[in-house]
């Protein structure tokens, strides 16, 4: 079911979806997560750390549990999560297949920290709903 473009998904409505979609063990698979990963890939922060699927979890739902897909990302006032593993979207219905490398290199140098959320922004790919063919 489509619900167009006039739905808006505030963050709360969208931390609901995600409630409601994963798996029962999904909360103590982040929690663990987060005690190996506590600060942010991006900026190093500790403040308001989530767990990110690097591959978005509707679209594989078969590596919801594994490491190599997840990526620590806050949502300090930097809103690394938003700006670098969303590409500037704060819905967080799209996602950026290179989060992982462009937090590494945005880490290391600070100073092209906008760079690479613009680079984020323009190669955010849409959720499978928003498709119109293939990727």
């Known amino acids: 079911m489509s619900l167009g473009y006039r739905y808006r998904w505030t963050r709360s409505r969208v931390h609901e979806w ?9 909360a103590e698979a982040a929690r663990w997560f987060l005690k190996e990963h506590s600060r942010c890939a991006a900026c190093g922060g500790d403040d308001r750390v989530q767990v990110h699927h ?58 092209l920290r906008l760079e690479y959320e613009t680079k984020a922004r323009n190669l955010r790919r849409p959720p499978l709903s928003e498709r119109s063919g293939g990727e």
Do not use: K, T
């Open 18 to 26: 995600l409630r409601r979609r994963r798996s029962a063990q999904w």
């Open 54 to 111: 690097v591959l978005p979890v509707d679209r594989y739902p078969e590596l919801e549990f594994d490491e190599s897909n997840m990526v620590s990302l806050c949502m300090s006032p930097l809103e690394c999560h938003v700006r670098l593993g969303h590409g500037g979207d704060g819905a967080m219905r799209f996602w950026n297949p290179h989060v992982v490398a462009d937090a590494d290199i945005v880490r290391a140098n600070p100073d």
